[in-house]
């Protein structure tokens, strides 16, 4: 049996969003820019992506640029909002974003922006006081994630975003394991910028879209055509615009039916092996946590020793350990959260979609607890 629980690294392209994008590599190939009839026929299927997409997070069309990825979307945000604004902004993020956002922070402190980044406290929650005292110092950017990629730690972005709102600050929100997983509706949310990518939601990798919200300042990040308002220039990729539309119809379809059938799946997972394997923890506030998500620990042992003995049972699941010039480092976001040393190393996140069903927890269930007992056994950490 192959069982596929890595679905915050990536999803399988939904049957329907392939059968979608064909046409536009078969016959709809023209560009979208042309005056002919070859362009001008695959424009209006732009215009039904773009309000798929708008409607799967309750944005009005004219909001929604697509862009490459999540990463490109993020760096967009971060620096096409710090070189639009009139004034000098601090930059105020958290210790648990994705790289694409981290990376352009470093960027920002290197150019002498004040960067500030938010602690997470061992559940992985913010502590809003502090995001409080951050915004005290001045006009600031501030990018927090909805739900964060390895714990699926949610953080209360409506609070949030009223608090950067009330001080005046400019709000983006990296939401790319939220969308499609969360009813997600902007329309009561003070956010001014979010971002999100098509390979999280069973849409090809490539294709992102950042939300911009009307009268928000942006720079564009790609120089160059006119194309999506001249906010970011390329010709569209038309396929996979497609593609996205369609996965993001198909998820707003029974998003909310499908987060409970998987929370129930991932609930079933986590009790399971809390029953079955001693000395685990589960990493993160298990309250406010995507539907999806269940990032443990197995302490004493490797987690990369535990996927791969998975992997060779034909489950692929992912681990929280980042393996950096020969040494086994814990992830930045374990790290932040002060996971004790025993347990940080053996942490293994496991992320389901709805192509996952019961007889595949099942099968996980009963393949999991012999490899953990096999591996505590030959343990280099000296458990007794
Ligand atoms: N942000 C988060 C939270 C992610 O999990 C990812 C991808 O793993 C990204 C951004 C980057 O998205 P992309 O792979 O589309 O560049």
């Not at 536009?24 to 023209?30: A, D, Q």
């Not at 564009?220 to 010709?235: C, D, M, S, V, W």
Request: with cysteine; net charge neutral.
């Amino acid at each position: 049996m192959n069982v596929y629980l890595d679905n915050n690294a990536t999803t399988a392209v939904a049957p329907e969003v392939i059968e979608a994008m064909l046409p536009f590599f078969k016959e709809l190939w023209g560009n979208p820019s042309s005056m002919h009839a070859f362009g001008g026929r695959v424009r209006r299927y732009i215009d039904e992506a773009r309000q798929h997409v708008a409607d799967l997070i309750g944005a009005d069309r004219s909001e929604i640029i697509f862009t490459s990825c999540g990463t490109e979307s993020d760096n967009m945000a971060i620096r096409g909002t710090m070189e639009a604004a009139t004034e000098r902004l601090n930059f105020i993020t958290t210790r648990v974003e994705h790289p694409a956002v981290l990376e352009p922070a470093r960027w920002l402190k290197a150019r002498s922006h004040n960067v500030i980044e938010l602690d997470v406290d061992s559940e992985g929650r913010l502590d809003l006081a502090q995001l409080q005292r951050a915004l005290s110092l001045g006009p600031a950017l501030v990018s927090v994630m909805w739900a964060n990629n390895e714990t699926g730690v949610m953080f209360p972005i409506r609070e949030i975003a009223e608090l950067v709102k009330a001080a005046g600050g400019i709000m983006h929100t990296d939401a790319v394991q939220a969308v499609g997983k969360l009813p997600i509706d902007l329309r009561g949310i003070k956010i001014d910028l979010l971002s999100l990518s098509g390979h999280k939601l069973h849409a090809p990798k490539g294709i992102g879209v950042i939300y911009v919200r009307k009268g928000a300042r942006i720079a564009p990040f790609l120089l160059g055509g006119h194309q999506e308002g001249g906010k970011r220039g390329g010709t569209e990729n038309v396929p996979y615009i497609v593609g996205l539309g369609k996965a993001c119809e198909l998820a707003q379809r029974n998003i909310a039916e499908e987060m409970i059938r998987v929370a129930v799946l991932r609930d079933r997972l986590q009790k399971g092996i809390l029953e079955k394997c001693s000395d685990v923890r589960v990493n993160g506030d298990q309250i406010h946590r995507l539907p999806n998500t269940l990032n443990i620990s197995f302490l004493y042992i490797e987690g990369e020793s535990i996927l791969y003995h998975l992997s060779d049972a034909g489950i692929a699941a992912s681990s929280g350990s980042a393996c950096t010039s020969g040494s086994l480092e814990p992830s930045h976001v374990i790290r932040a959260m002060g996971v004790p040393f025993i347990a940080a190393h053996g942490s293994i996140r496991f992320s389901l979609s709805r192509y996952n069903n019961e007889a595949e927890i099942d099968y996980v269930l009963e393949k999991l607890p012999p490899i953990i007992r096999k591996l505590r056994d030959m343990s280099p950490f000296g458990r007794t």
